[in-house]
């Protein structure tokens, strides 16, 4: 056992003595150790009934003879870092959360993890972490929260929260309306209640086969979740007795199964920057170039809020990622391993929908699809060389290609104030620089000035293009990731005032309709942004990596 060398031989008495401090009797020294990673707190709502889930994974841990060794690591919240400088330090967290991991790993020389996690980047820094450890490893995802109710229809965060701000600026909400929203909207303990980047991260580590099945839709406040915790607990005493590691798991046609359920389900555009980054500590290249070309070939068949109506409670009771990933197993690589021992496809052929007629009403079929084409499309041109990605399943039909006059702004908070001042009417392109991953320096979500387009009824007139990136729960034609960056000197850092840009999702183009000489005369003008920063930003700034290469730290 890899825990031997903190415990075995009378050279490891100090070790053992500490050990003994912890409460570790001379029974548990003969068995595996295993590191239990949780990310609670108490005030990230996705995490303040972690430490019940960890509760349940100990007690499946010692009912399979390990020796259960709990540790911590920080967790932010997006929504309420969101619009203020908190939001700079959301994604340089996640390399943060996975070095921390690596670190308590490592220097403890645990023999196999449970990575108990939740929302945007806290699941990726937990499954990076399990690529690099390499040791048997299984994820509980924390699970979604119930949909709020108020006004008489069930609410969730994006829609009746942030988009509620543009509605009560236009008189369409009254003061009580919105305390109603504020009150009820978000009933609990769980990750938001639509496929937003923490959910839709959920459905993609099972569908790596890194969850259990049924895990990522189990809701936070149901009995189920308590199950599969212990079940997980369980089994990764299995993994460890059979030397199942997560990169035997995570290989490269696991990746790509996630990226086709990624685009079957509509997910969130985060993902298109997390895959890539998760897939690189376990050893595996995920190009931009993947997403698209899976995205051409996969239908979208679950129409999830932002882009639908429907929750993941609906979801869930529909069956669940298992559920879609039956719906397009002819387009998965069935002969993959799972963390259940077995492989996925072995895992479909028992997978049992318990609701029939639910399951059809929420998932659709291969024949008549949602849409025909996946949840989310790779744009490149003269605007974004690298690339950009939008989440064209949100996008409406008379703007998956549109041509508008560019106004332009060098931060998220220019952007929302002209928005909210009314400075911003139909025909016109938003255009959000310096916010990518080394000019705000963090890559900030645009979801404030996004959501407000939205509440202000200029959704289905107005873009917004932006280097930094979107929440989830973001819709309308929104293409964040803009490849260079403004801080590099890309394209988006040479636009002006009254260019004219077109979008063309279908054709999977973005471009500045300006003179190539007029740019090159703009250029030679340019200078990169100067920054006022410290610490950890600072750090970050100088070794992060373009958001088309997932905007690791190297």
């Known amino acids: 056992m890899r825990s031997d060398r903190v415990k075995k031989g009378i050279e490891r008495l100090p070790h053992r003595m500490l050990l003994r401090a912890c409460g570790v009797i001379d029974e548990e020294f003969e068995r595996p150790f295993v590191g239990i990673v949780n990310s609670w707190n108490e005030i990230v709502p996705g995490h303040i009934h972690l430490d019940k889930l960890a509760q349940a994974v100990k007690a499946g841990v010692r009912m399979a003879g390990g020796v259960p060794f709990e540790f911590h690591t920080i967790g932010i919240c997006d929504g309420i870092a969101m619009n203020h400088e908190g939001m700079?330090?959301?994604?340089?967290?996640?390399?943060?959360?996975r070095d921390s991991i690596e670190l308590m790993a490592r220097a403890h020389q645990f023999d196999a993890m449970v990575f108990i996690t939740s929302c945007d980047k806290i699941t990726p820094g937990h499954l990076m972490a399990a690529g690099m450890l390499n040791v048997p490893s299984i994820v509980v995802t924390g699970g979604p929260m119930m949909p709020g109710f108020a006004g008489d229809a069930p609410r969730d965060l994006v829609h009746d929260g942030f988009e509620a701000v543009g509605l009560y600026q236009q008189g369409k909400l009254s003061e009580q309306d919105v305390y109603n929203f504020e009150c009820y909207a978000c009933p609990g303990a769980g990750s938001c209640s639509g496929l937003f980047t923490a959910n839709s991260m959920a459905c993609l580590t099972e569908a790596l086969g890194l969850s259990l099945p049924g895990c990522a839709t189990a809701h936070a406040m149901d009995a189920k979740k308590i199950h599969i915790a212990?079940?997980?607990?369980?089994?990764?005493?299995?993994?460890?007795?059979?030397?199942?590691?997560?990169?035997?798991?995570?290989?490269?046609?696991?990746?790509?199964?996630a990226v086709r359920v990624d685009m079957a389900i509509g997910g969130s555009t985060n993902t298109v920057l997390h895959l890539p980054a998760i897939a690189r500590d376990f050893g595996v290249e995920l190009p931009l170039t993947v997403f698209d070309e899976l995205s051409r070939t996969t239908p979208h068949l679950v129409s999830l809020r932002p882009g639908g109506d429907s929750f993941m409670l609906d979801l869930e009771q529909a069956g669940g990622v298992h559920a879609v990933m039956q719906r397009i197993r002819d387009r998965l690589h069935t002969d993959v391993l799972t963390c259940t021992g077995r492989t996925l496809g072995e895992n479909l052929d028992e997978y049992v929908i318990v609701n029939p007629k639910k399951n059809a009403e929420v998932i659709a079929t291969l024949d008549a699809p949602v849409h025909p084409e996946g949840g989310i499309a790779i744009l490149k041109g003269s605007l974004a060389p690298d690339g950009a990605v939008v989440k064209q399943g949100a996008v409406s039909p008379e703007m998956m290609h549109f041509v508008g006059s560019a106004k332009v702004f060098d931060s998220e908070e220019e952007a929302f104030s002209a928005i909210m001042e009314g400075r911003i009417a139909a025909g016109d392109v938003v255009v959000v620089r310096y916010e990518g991953p080394k000019g705000g320096p963090g890559m900030r979500e645009m979801l404030s000035p996004t959501a407000a387009i939205a509440g202000m009824g200029l959704m289905h007139s107005v873009a917004l293009i932006t280097d930094g990136r979107f929440s989830g729960g973001t819709r309308g034609p929104c293409i964040g990731h803009v490849s260079p960056e403004a801080q590099e000197g890309g394209p988006i850092a040479l636009v002006e005032d009254g260019d004219r840009i077109e979008i063309d999702i279908p054709n999977r183009r973005l471009e500045l309709l300006v003179d190539p000489k007029e740019l090159e005369e703009?250029?030679?003008k340019w200078t990169p942004k100067q920054h006022d920063i410290e610490g950890v930003l600072k750090r970050y700034s100088r070794s992060v990596s373009s958001a088309a290469h997932g905007a690791v730290m190297d």
């Not at 959301?90 to 390399?95: C, I, M």
Request: glycine share 4%; charged share 35%; hydrophobic share 35%.
């Open 88 to 97: 700079k330090y959301s994604l340089p967290s996640r390399e943060l959360i």
């Open 230 to 257: 212990k079940k997980s607990g369980m089994k990764v005493m299995e993994l460890l007795e059979r030397g199942i590691t997560p990169r035997m798991i995570a290989t490269r046609k696991a990746f790509e199964n």
């Open 522 to 524: 703009r250029r030679s």
